[in-house]
């Protein structure tokens, strides 16, 4: 089935380790988010790419970075961790800009010790 | 700043309709409303949208009032299932979904 792929499902890492958050898609979307939701907290979208077009929210810490070397795949790259950016990190897809749809992954919990 | 108000939570009983309200009192002419859902450690999952009329697919339905300040998503025979958190959601911007804080849905045997 079509679908979007995040891994790991958990991630640990030590505070200022940097670490990098996979997602991958079989839908052939040309556009891919990254959310970061925080506990009891609802999503929170970070950036999101048009093809290789890189949009970044206007809230966005600088130490959240993204690359995309293809169609079907996308990463998260956080330089430096701190404790407050524990939470789950959500890919999501879309057709186009503006689709009527989001298809998410399943989701990667980010724990930093 | 999200555009919408949903009641934090609800309770519903098995096989009954889960009528879930949403206020967007400032939704644009052009402002469609979405409806996701995300079920316990799962990502969000689409379950339908409109923009004036009301709307219904396999999983649900999406009554839209005349004046677009409100709608109410119907799940017509809610299971154990449908128990997750329910987010309405008014486009802002040609690519930006805002979630709000969402109504916690918990069906009950």
């Known amino acids: 089935d079509a679908m979007v792929i995040q891994n790991p499902r958990y991630q640990v890492t030590q505070f200022g380790k940097p670490v990098t958050l996979s997602c991958s898609q079989t839908?052939?979307?040309?556009?891919m988010y990254w959310y970061q939701q925080k506990s009891s907290q609802a999503p929170k979208l970070l950036f999101h790419?048009?093809?290789?077009?890189?949009?970044n929210e206007a809230d966005t810490p600088d130490n959240f970075q993204s690359r995309r070397p293809n169609t079907s795949f996308c990463f998260l790259d956080i330089r430096s961790p701190g404790l407050g950016d524990a939470a789950m990190y959500l890919c999501?897809?879309?057709?186009?800009?503006?689709?009527?749809?989001?298809?998410f992954g399943p989701g990667t919990r980010l724990t930093v010790l | 700043d999200a555009k919408t108000t949903q009641p934090p939570s609800m309770d519903c009983a098995e096989g009954r309709a889960a009528n879930l309200p949403c206020n967007h009192s400032?939704?644009?002419?052009?402002?469609?409303v979405y409806w996701y859902r995300q079920i316990h450690s799962q990502g969000p999952q689409y379950i339908i949208h409109?923009?004036?009329n009301n709307e219904t697919n396999e999983m649900a339905s999406l009554i839209i009032t005349e004046d677009r300040k409100s709608s109410t998503l119907i799940l017509p025979h809610a299971t154990l299932r449908d128990t997750a958190v329910y987010y309405c959601?008014?486009?802002?911007?040609?690519?930006?979904?805002?979630f709000g804080a969402g109504t916690r849905l918990t069906v009950k045997p």
């Open positions: 839908l052939n979307h040309n556009v």
């Open positions: 409109g923009l004036k």
């Open positions: 790419y048009y093809d290789k077009d890189f949009n």
């Open positions: 999501a897809t879309s057709s186009k800009i503006g689709a009527d749809t989001q298809y």
């Open positions: 400032t939704i644009s002419g052009n402002e469609y």
């Open positions: 959601i008014v486009r802002v911007g040609v690519n930006d979904m805002r």
